[in-house]
């Protein structure tokens, strides 16, 4: 198995600017979570996902971030507009029952 | 989830042992004690859970005392590898808890 695939791992992107990253879960995990890390708050729980549901976004800082799970393997987080304090590395992690999660590579967000 | 307290950092020379503790005093009877740890620049990686009973596997060993007041994550033969921030959660819930708070963790520096 790949392991959990985030994409893209690098994202400059311009204050203003739509920023949309990708997550691909394991296989067979019926659990999706998005984390943003970074050196002032550590790692935040943002969103998960259950089935393909959303189940809990009061980590999702303001309006302006949103995410979708379309079906059971792919999912998106993205910021609209983006601001220089959404700059963090952003993790998505996928779960099954009873097992303990499994994080992607994540995605380093730097929003000039 | 039940609050955990995990000394900041942590040294240890290659191929000794390391014994990080954690406090989680306020642990409930159905609780988990989950580790996990974050090499730099990547996703955090599960290593090891345990309930009450010691537990063992290919990465490490996890000791958790009679009165599941504390634990000790026991990496046999430390590697400069090891060297991460290792994460020890107790997620409300028991077996099927939904998500995982991350705190500050451990430092742990592996030298040679």
């Known amino acids: 198995d790949a392991g959990v695939i985030q994409s893209p791992r690098h994202e400059v992107t311009e204050m203003g600017q739509e920023v949309t990253l990708r997550c691909k879960p394991i296989?067979?995990?019926?659990?999706l979570f998005w984390y943003r890390q970074t050196m002032m708050r550590g790692l935040e729980l943002l969103i998960y996902?259950?089935?393909?549901?959303?189940?809990?976004d009061s980590g999702m800082p303001e309006d302006r971030f949103s995410a979708k799970m379309p079906n059971a393997s792919f999912s998106t987080l993205k910021i609209q507009p983006s601001e220089p304090r959404d700059s963090a590395v952003y993790f998505c992690?996928?779960?099954?029952?009873?097992?303990?999660?499994?994080f992607g590579s994540g995605t380093r967000l730097t929003v000039v | 989830d039940a609050k955990t307290t995990q000394p900041t950092s942590m040294d240890c020379a290659e191929g000794r042992a390391a014994n990080l503790p954690c406090n989680h005093s306020?642990?409930?009877?159905?609780?988990?004690v989950y580790w996990y740890r974050q090499i730099h620049s990547q996703g955090p990686q599960y290593i090891i859970h345990?309930?009450?009973n010691n537990e063992t596997n290919e990465m490490a060993s996890l000791i958790i005392t009679e009165d599941r007041k504390s634990s000790t994550l026991i990496l046999p033969h430390a590697t400069l590898r090891d060297t991460a921030v290792y994460y020890c959660?107790?997620?409300?819930?028991?077996?099927?808890?939904?998500?995982?708070?991350f705190g500050k963790g451990t430092m742990l520096l592996v030298s040679p």
């Open positions: 992690a996928s779960r099954q029952s009873m097992v303990g999660y499994t």
């Open positions: 296989s067979g995990h019926n659990s």
């Open positions: 996902f259950n089935n393909n549901v959303p189940i809990d």
């Open positions: 306020t642990i409930s009877g159905n609780e988990y």
């Open positions: 345990g309930l009450k």
């Open positions: 959660i107790v997620p409300p819930g028991g077996s099927g808890y939904s998500t995982l708070t």
